[in-house]
């Protein structure tokens, strides 16, 4: 009886051990994350600020608007300035919504293209962007392009 009293609470205390320790491997996983994300934002930022003055851009701060900002000095530099209201409308409309959000993605790329090329780098560098792993070759572009002397 003692025995088997002993030996159950040695299996519980070894899961709740096990737990923790898992629990204790994700925050710690989240944390690299978390940090990885601030950082490529950060540099990011940096990176289209430059190449916003480069483009003679009047604002090149709005590069730290997060999510939009980078794309918002792509579009400004690709002289298309009406897609984005086009596309805006159809997040509003249901099921349309989805081939609203494709169309952002394709017209993203296509906008950073012409970006490339207004700073006169290639502009087949903005379709590692949507290539996932190869995404990480995209970083180092957008750094070429914003401190790169030409």
Same mark, same amino acid.
């Given at each position: ?33 978390? %940090? @990885?994300? *601030? =950082?490529?934002? !950060? ?7 430059? $190449? /916003? ?32 209201? %086009? @596309?805006? *409308? =159809?997040?509003? !409309? ?7 959000? $494709? /169309? ?39 750094? !070429? ?6």
């Amino acid at each position: 009886m003692f025995l088997d009293t002993a030996v159950t609470s040695i299996q519980q205390s070894s899961n709740s051990g096990f737990l923790t320790g898992l629990l204790a491997l994700g925050i710690v996983l989240f944390l690299v994350v978390f %940090l @990885l994300i *601030i =950082g490529i934002y !950060i540099y990011m930022s940096f990176a289209f600020m430059a $190449i /916003a003055k480069k483009a003679s851009q009047s604002s090149p701060g709005i590069a730290w608007i997060p999510g939009v900002g980078p794309l918002i000095i792509a579009f400004r530099s690709s002289k298309m300035h009406w897609w984005p209201w %086009l @596309l805006m *409308i =159809g997040f509003f !409309i249901p099921f349309v919504n989805i081939a609203a959000d $494709i /169309a952002f993605a394709i017209f993203g790329v296509i906008w950073m293209w012409k970006l490339f090329e207004v700073v006169k780098k290639p502009g087949w560098w903005a379709i590692f962007m949507v290539i996932p792993i190869l995404n990480l070759v995209y970083l180092v572009f957008v750094g !070429i392009a914003a401190w790169s002397s030409d």
